[in-house]
């Protein structure tokens, strides 16, 4: 017969096995709210603040993502108070930031200045929330350093989703067209190393394409500034599923399951989504 001290270890072994199996199967869901080219200040900047703030009270998210243009003024003193202004409920609200730097971002100090404010340790990293991982490009230089930087970290993620962030749209129809070279250099790492969803600002609407080789492409540059008209796409682009002239943001939803994209318009009404299904 066991003694009461060898029950009460066994008892404890079973239960930490339990516990360890447990938390290696379940996650809890994620969220990400993204707006791009927002930057501009004044109250038009502090009204999609507030926007996502009461979004997000009924839509939990972990991180605010950017995707460019963070700072129209030129002005390390400006973006700073627009910022806290508009987006220091973040903190309160346990919400970590996750910058990408836009082509307005770089024109003062290489945008080193909006670096602290927005979490970045560089132009380009990857960040881990929950079950998806972030990476995150600098647009503004297609270069080696980052191609080769793609080719290490895609293939050795373990997330269940992956998303990679920029600013200048692979695929766009609007004010703006596709980057070729972001075409010809990252987007066949995209495929080969199986990236979920590919989001992009820089054009002033919203845009979602369908699926290419398994990638989806999304533009959302509405998080302020003028809009730009949608236009007609060159037949050789992945079909264009949804597109509006609209300013907003973006709501991503993550399961062990499933990722859900949808397009929130600054009243905070959800005017498209798309939702994959793992595996």
């Known amino acids: 017969m066991l003694q009461p001290s060898a029950v009460s270890r066994r008892l404890l072994l079973v239960i930490l096995s339990a516990a360890f199996l447990w938390s290696g199967t379940a996650h809890a869901d994620t969220g990400i709210l993204a707006v791009g080219d927002f930057g501009v200040g004044g109250t038009t900047e502090r009204d999609m603040g507030t926007a996502m703030k009461l979004f997000e ?8 993502l950017t ?5 129209y003024t030129e002005s390390p003193s400006a973006f700073h108070n627009n910022w ?18 836009g082509n307005h ?11 602290d404010e927005l979490d970045m340790p560089r132009a380009h990293y990857r960040r881990t929330v929950g079950n998806l991982e972030l990476f995150i490009l600098n647009s503004n230089r297609v270069n080696s350093t980052q191609t080769e930087w793609l080719k290490k970290v895609l293939p050795a993620s373990t997330a269940t989703w992956k998303v990679v962030a920029f600013h200048h749209p692979v695929w766009t129809c609007g004010g703006y067209r596709s980057n070729r070279a972001i075409v010809h250099t990252w987007v066949p790492l ?14 002033h609407n919203y845009q979602r394409f369908a699926a290419r080789r398994g990638v989806r492409y999304i533009v959302h540059g509405g998080g302020g500034q003028h809009l730009y008209p949608i236009e007609r796409c060159p037949d050789y682009y992945p079909t264009r599923k949804f597109a509006r002239a609209v300013h907003g943001f973006l709501y991503l939803h993550a399961t062990d399951t499933e990722l859900r994209v949808s397009s929130v318009t600054r009243r905070r009404n959800i005017i498209d989504s798309v939702v994959v299904i793992y595996p």
Request: hydrophobic share 35%; no cysteine.
């Open 57 to 64: 009270a009924n839509h939990p998210a972990d991180i605010l």
């Open 190 to 203: 995209f495929e080969q190393y199986d990236v979920d969803f590919v989001l992009n600002g820089h054009d």
């Open 84 to 101: 806290t202004q508009s987006f220091g409920w973040l903190g309160a609200s346990g919400l970590r930031v996750a910058g990408t730097l």
């Open 105 to 115: 971002d770089i024109r003062v100090d290489s945008g080193h200045y909006e670096y």
């Open 67 to 71: 995707l460019g243009d963070n700072d």
